[in-house]
């Protein structure tokens, strides 16, 4: 396959795998399947989309060193703008609904103290806030415009990522082996990013002297 | 002590959601659904489906109970869908998702099923659970229950007075505290070898809270048998205090002088009190108790103090209930 088709065929894929979810759930909805808890379901469903797709994103970079394939970078924003979606999403649910947003001024209060007590939320408040930038920048004009600033702006996802894994570890009351699972692959794709250039250089090298895919 | 039949309510009528609104919710969020997925559901054109009945449609395979008394102590409150009771809970001996102890506690063996009475009392002994029921006539009680994670329900259980079982036993005058344990059976809980919590469960009281009218010894719900996921055969509910206090599927009584080991307690003191009672002054170090969310509503209602059960205040007379939370 070409490197042209591949990618015309891993963007539809991408596209249909960052859509699913939010129609599966809207029919969900639609069908009163969301359980006893459904703000809850919703708001869980949300939130484990938003961080499956926040750390499929940053796997992308290793996906192209270890493939080859040009499309993992090509599409790397797509998936990160869709993480952003689902992390918006989820932020909506909870104003609405735990919030009282009927009464903006009390909602406002209940906020502040959210932030200032509870440090889950503080967390998560901050990967929403750190990732925010990183969405308006993501055009085209801008990279341009920031050139060599850009890189270094949107390397905030990195912290964005861990706020959003000690979101939902703080959050949980006892079984940690959901958010223990999402904090391991983050970590392997954080070490992955670790300039220890010895040792990656030599996987590298390892692997091209396989012979390599046609690109 | 006489029970009163209507107990102080400190709910204002017009405080409480109408059953129209509440009966409405299905169709609010079917609504929801459709302005959340957008385009993608537009052409399904259905409408939503009607809303859901609390009658026990589901519990026709368990045996119906004879049930005498009936006696609300949740003010109007509408009890909660037979289905949202039975099918979001916490047991964690069959799983820590709400939705799995209903999958998974088919293999709990309610019959036959012995209880074990022991310590401060002259009458100890194993007792076989029939046994333990038959003197004791069934009443239903429609009771708040609120969770320390802060949801709530309303449940019309089906039981007895636990000062009654209590007092058959009769318990010493070292009897202080009573501690109640949970079956904690590898075979018909292979979960449990995860090890979440140290099992059995334990759960306690003091000896004056576990001997109020108000403490209450369920077998049932919705007039039917409990559920295995709601611990059957037999359970504690204190509606005055977090739903954790309620120990489950009982195998233990155990009579004692010294406060007794707790399960939350023992695995995080700080985030869950011997006492357990439900208060929205006392947050949860990491979460608020201010508020709740009910089964069936889908904004927070403000936590009452003692779950709206003040008759219990006088238990905890000059005490710090911000130290012994």
């Keep these: ?215 | 002590m006489l029970i009163r039949s209507i107990p102080p309510f400190p709910i204002a009528p017009s405080e409480i959601t109408p059953e129209a609104v509440h009966a409405d919710r299905r169709q609010f969020l079917a609504r929801l659904g459709l302005a959340g997925a957008g385009l993608a559901l537009a052409g399904c054109g259905e409408a939503a489906p009607p809303a859901a009945s609390a009658a026990p449609a589901a519990a026709a395979d368990l045996p119906a109970l004879a049930v005498g008394q009936k006696r609300n102590f949740a003010g109007d409150e509408t009890p909660s869908r037979y289905q949202d009771i039975t099918e979001y809970n916490n047991y964690y001996e069959f799983g820590t998702d709400k939705s799995e102890p209903a999958r998974n506690a088919g293999s709990l063996r309610t019959r036959p099923w012995t209880v074990t009475v022991d310590g401060e009392c002259e009458a100890p002994g194993p007792l076989d659970l029939d046994a333990l029921l038959k003197p004791h006539a069934l009443e239903e009680r429609i009771y708040r229950l609120r969770c320390v994670e802060a949801w709530s329900m309303v449940v019309p259980w089906v039981g007895f007075p636990l000062a009654d079982l209590l007092k058959r036993f009769k318990p010493t005058s070292k009897a202080k505290f009573v501690q109640f344990f949970s079956l904690a059976d590898e075979q018909q809980m292979p979960l449990i070898k995860r090890g979440v919590l140290p099992y059995p469960y334990r759960e306690g009281l003091r000896i004056d809270e576990a001997l109020h009218p108000l403490a209450f010894v369920a077998v049932g719900l919705y007039g039917r048998v409990l559920p295995n996921q709601n611990g059957a055969p037999i359970r504690v509910i204190t509606p005055w205090k977090y739903g954790f206090k309620g120990a489950k599927s009982i195998v233990r009584i155990h009579f004692t002088e010294s406060q007794p080991e707790t399960t939350w307690n023992a695995i995080g003191a700080s985030e869950y009190g011997f006492y357990g009672n439900v208060n929205p002054e006392v947050d949860h170090p990491r979460w608020s108790q201010a508020s709740e969310r009910r089964l069936g509503e889908l904004r927070r209602r403000p936590t009452l103090m003692f779950n709206g059960y003040p008759e219990v205040a006088p238990l905890y007379a000059g005490m710090d209930l911000r130290r012994y939370y």
């Excluded at chain 1, 929403?128 to 920031?146: E, K, M, Y």
């Excluded at chain 1, 706020?163 to 958010?179: A, C, F, M």
């Excluded at chain 1, 692959?185 to 030599?202: D, Y």
């Design chain 1, 1 to 215: 396959m070409s490197a042209a088709a591949r990618l015309r065929l891993a963007r539809l894929l991408v596209w249909a795998g960052c859509l699913a979810p939010l129609v599966l759930l809207g029919l969900r909805t639609l069908h009163d399947q969301l359980g006893a808890n459904p703000i809850e379901f919703l708001e869980r469903a949300l939130g484990d989309w938003s961080l499956r797709l926040l750390l499929l994103s940053l796997a992308m970079t290793p996906l192209r060193s270890f493939s080859g394939w040009i499309w993992p970078l090509k599409l790397r924003r797509t998936v990160g703008l869709w993480a952003y979606a689902y992390i918006c999403l989820h932020f909506a649910v909870y104003i609405v609904f735990d919030l009282n947003i009927l009464e903006p001024a009390q909602a406002l209060a209940q906020l502040a103290e959210d932030l200032v007590k509870r440090l889950y939320i503080t967390a998560g408040f901050a990967a929403w806030l750190f990732l925010l930038p990183l969405a308006i920048t993501s055009t085209d004009g801008w990279q341009r415009r920031l050139g060599r600033r850009w890189k270094a702006l949107h390397r905030l996802v990195y912290p964005a990522a861990v706020l959003g894994v000690l979101h939902y570890v703080w959050l949980v009351k006892k079984d940690l082996s959901d958010p223990l699972l999402y904090a391991a692959i983050l970590s392997v794709l954080l070490l992955w990013r670790w300039p220890w250039p010895k040792v990656r250089s030599a996987i590298l090298r390892a692997r091209s002297v396989s012979p390599a895919s046609p690109s």
